[in-house]
Nanobody, 115 residues
């Protein structure tokens, strides 16, 4: 059974930081590229950051470039997203999944940024 368990979200002021984590089970981890997606209220879920299986290559959406850092620990089967300089427009539920995404999604973790 595939499980993606995200954590680390919260309510923060603009300019603050958060570190999100995602523990993956039930699906091969070290051989798959992964990404962080987010879904803001009333909007579609979008990919904001991705990372190659060995962690050697990363990609970011323009809106988060230079503020978000994706990383992974294949031994711990865990994906991370360091978010700095948070902005109100970063408010969303954040999810992890493979890239391209698989049908299985976790519950996500809510990030709320106050101005």
């Amino acid at each position: 059974q595939v499980q993606l368990v995200e954590s680390g979200g919260g309510l923060v002021q603009a300019g603050g930081s958060l570190r999100l984590s995602c523990v993956v089970s039930g699906i091969p981890f070290s051989i798959n590229p992964y990404g962080w997606y987010r879904q803001a209220p009333g909007r579609q879920r979008v990919l904001v950051a991705s990372i190659a299986p060995d962690g050697g290559r990363t990609n970011y959406a323009d809106s988060v470039k230079d503020r978000f850092t994706i990383s992974r620990d294949n031994d711990k089967r865990t994906l991370y997203l360091q978010i700095n300089e948070l902005k109100p427009e970063d408010t969303a539920v954040y999810y992890c999944n493979t890239t391209p995404f698989s049908p299985s999604w976790g519950q996500g973790t809510q990030v709320t940024v106050s101005s």
